[in-house]
């Protein structure tokens, strides 16, 4: 066909068609060693789709100088790359998948809107070239919005698959990213009333202070020290078995709706799912539970990822939580809190915050905490419409780690071991069992044997938790660590009412090697609190009387070592601990989520 033959729409088509090639390629060089890592893939982080528009243009400048171009592959170029610019924005988040398959679509729909004009004018419609075009256009555009790891498991083979326990009771376990017990006393109505319906246990005490060691520890009932899921090296140990791989190979179907780049396949912790979404959309999850073909019990993982930071103000609920906008912070910190300005360490000017930023900022979180209770209230109604009477459904909840708004000086989390962020809720509402508050000293490794007990199935290999159904000795302790924080191993261990804190240098392994904790604790780091009357942390009772704490320290020094020493046990028996850094490597579109969120190449 001429030139002369097609209208100038047709022809605009067309260019638009041929720019979104040159936008595609411009996704497939980004996949090229040393390219996609080193030019294009940083500055798509920082600058998001205009690095897009910037590449494709050069591309198409370089061919149009050198005459193997047009103008109105130019202007084509620049209009499919647009359509990433309008859907995206400055978002940095824009994966290599996701980018191509936007170009995709950009190829796809202008050849189908050509076809139609084209077929306009000969009155006949060709119809295998429709069809191509549109399966195209809406697969490109239906992945492009499919996030980082949204994915599904082969079944079982044949000679692995097994049939589960007969009335075996569906599990849901939902768990909140950032919240801290004290937030659901004043944010959080729809869980308060799920706790007056359930097992309360308010003792409760995450391993860790952030998110890929607590929620590995509740996975998979083992301390950091043995999932070896520690600050330098998120990955957990692979031999040891999840609450996932366990139920799946027990008959039942799996599925993670977790909504935390941590919890990404990368790290191991999500291993086990069949079904894996990084969304958690009650459409999503509604159709995965009423699949008529599957008639397994299920497992459905539900990870909240707010309130974590960024914070963003919903101001619909400043009245009911009975707060106000204090306009001299708002003016100051804003309405939107920044992961560069809550980033733990790293946060220009945070020496100079005073007491009512601080409020504000909790504020800004406490209306994110509100906004989480409004979607599970929406949850708890499709899981009551599967089963109004709650006999068939174990439901559990809890949160990985709290937050700080200045109660220690800081702000965010994973930098310290007090109260406000390793203090979390863990309701249980488990079918047969009532309605109770249990102070028993309960840690999230002990989430998993308690919900295989009340299912009635097979313990959890090798588990270090135990099921809080039964008796829970009183002085059992609880130890939370944080490895690799500035130079120090922190440990902290709770006993009753009383608390230990102490730092060991970090060039130590606490996995393979006997820590002294008593002769090689860092001068000054030795804290002691009196929770039951000081819950804040605010008295050092080893600082304030020294001669008076010394028993005390003393006794739960002994009791940390005691506790390492038998973590140590099991790392042997399970072979030694692995060598953390061996051949694994992060993502870069996973490692620039995490940036997103604040986090520091420390973190990793």
Known sequence: ????????????LRALGAGACVLLASAWIMRLPGIGDVTLGLLSERFGAL??????????GVMHASGRGTSGAWGGTLGAALVLLARYGLDADITRRRSACIALACIAIPWLLHAMLDARRRRTLPWLAVAAASAAGVLGLRAADLQPYRRSLPPLHAGDAVDAPAN??????????????????????TLQAFASRSIAFPRTTAEAPFTHPSMASLLTSRTPLEHDSISTSPWIDPRLPTLATHLRGLGYRTAGFLDNPWLSPEFGISVGYEHLDRRTDLDRIEGWLENPKDARPALLHVHLFEPHGPYELRPEYLERLGRTIDPASRERLGATISADFIRAGEIPGAHDLGEPDFQWLETIYLTEVAAMDGWLASLFELLAAR?????????????????????????????????ELVHVPLFLRLPGHGVSVSHAPAQLIDVTPTLLEAAGLPPLPGAAGASLLGAVPEDRVQVSTRFHAHGAHLFSIRKGEWKLH????????????????????LPGSIELYRISSDPE?????????????????????????RWQASVRLRIRADGGALDAE?????????????????????DR
């Open 1 to 12: 066909m001429v030139r002369g033959d097609i209208g100038p729409w047709q022809r605009a």
């Open 51 to 60: 690095t897009w528009v910037a590449a494709a243009g050069t591309v198409v």
């Open 168 to 189: 075996a009771p569906d599990i849901v376990l939902i768990t909140l990213d950032t919240t801290r017990y004290d937030a659901l006393l004043t944010a959080a109505p």
């Open 387 to 419: 089963d109004p009477e709650g006999e068939r459904t174990l439901i559990a909840i809890t949160a990985d780690h709290g937050e700080e708004f200045g109660d220690h000086g800081a702000l965010h989390h994973s930098h310290t071991l007090y109260e």
């Open 502 to 521: 102490l730092r060991v240098d970090a060039a130590r392994d606490p996995r393979s090697e006997a820590i002294h904790f008593a002769s090689e604790a």
């Open 537 to 561: 942390e605010a008295v050092d009772l080893a600082a304030k009387t020294p001669e008076e704490a010394a028993g005390k320290v003393d006794e739960l020094i002994e009791d940390l070592t």
């Open 582 to 602: 061996s051949q694994r490597h992060l993502s870069r579109e996973t490692y620039r989520e995490l940036r997103k969120l604040g986090y520091s190449a420390d």
